[in-house]
């Protein structure tokens, strides 16, 4: 079993900045890639970032130039640096994973956490 959990959530004025944060634990043998999606109020769950296990990167158009995606593999975390927030940005953020781990190889999602831009 592999357990995702988020961090680095709240409430900051656009313009502002946040950073998330996801650690992942359990019987890890390798993660091929971390994303980050999000879920705003009536809306379906959206692809934000991603990056491999090579380091590559990939970003939502809306996303491009403001947030960056990182990843510490020996510490199997990733990271997402949000700048220059709007309140369109406001959502909940979850963290996804793709694990070989003891039962083969699947997908995990985080709790979540929330992200709201506002003054």
């Known amino acids: 079993q592999v357990q995702l959990v988020e961090s680095g959530g709240g409430l900051v004025q656009p313009g502002g900045s946040l950073r998330l944060s996801c650690a992942a634990s359990?019987?890890?043998?390798?993660?091929?890639?971390m994303r980050w999606y999000r879920q705003a109020p009536g809306k379906q769950r959206e692809l934000v970032a991603g990056?491999?296990?090579?380091?590559?990167?990939d970003y939502a158009d809306s996303v491009k130039g403001r947030f960056t995606i990182s990843r510490d593999v020996a510490k199997n975390t990733v990271s997402l640096q949000m700048n220059s927030l709007q309140p369109e940005d406001t959502a909940v953020y979850y963290c996804?994973?793709?694990?070989?781990?003891?039962?083969?190889?699947?997908?995990?999602w985080g709790q979540g956490t929330q992200v709201t831009v506002s003054y």
């Open positions: 990056i491999r296990s090579g380091g590559s990167t």
């Open positions: 996804n994973a793709a694990v070989l781990d003891g039962t083969g190889f699947g997908g995990y």
């Open positions: 359990g019987s890890i043998f390798s993660i091929y890639a």
